[in-house]
């Protein structure tokens, strides 16, 4: 009911920039906190960024600074602007985003499908 859209991923040298995007559709009737998770090989998914409806951002310590996570409410679109990037950047990326739909007015957290970062040294 939920559908979520990343784009953004690639191959980037350090200290390069990329900017991933989520864009959510379906029958959303409204979105609470928008977010982004990384996932390395071997490693459990961590939170790197969020931004609730009011604007207001949280991010894991290794990214701050480095990193900054926007969204633009009337697109349902969130997005996240990596600069400075590291080799320990390199996982895949996910979007998440707390939602109530039309047929679920509970909040529930849907996943987008992932995007890899790669960063070379």
């Known amino acids: 009911q939920v559908h979520l859209v990343e784009s953004g991923g690639g191959l980037v040298q350090a200290g390069g920039s990329l900017r991933l995007s989520c864009a959510a559709s379906g029958s959303i009737f409204s979105i609470n906190v928008m977010g982004w998770y990384r996932q390395a090989p071997g490693k459990q998914r961590e939170l790197v960024a969020s931004?609730?409806?009011?604007?207001?951002?949280n991010y894991a310590e290794s990214v701050k600074g480095r990193f900054t996570v926007s969204r633009d409410n009337a697109k349902n679109t969130v997005y996240l602007q990596m600069n400075d990037l590291k080799p320990e950047d390199t996982a895949v990326y996910y979007c998440n985003v707390e939602a109530k739909t039309y047929f679920n007015q509970n909040w529930y957290p849907n996943w987008g499908q992932g995007t890899q970062v790669t960063v070379s040294s």
């Open positions: 931004i609730t409806k009011g604007g207001t951002t």
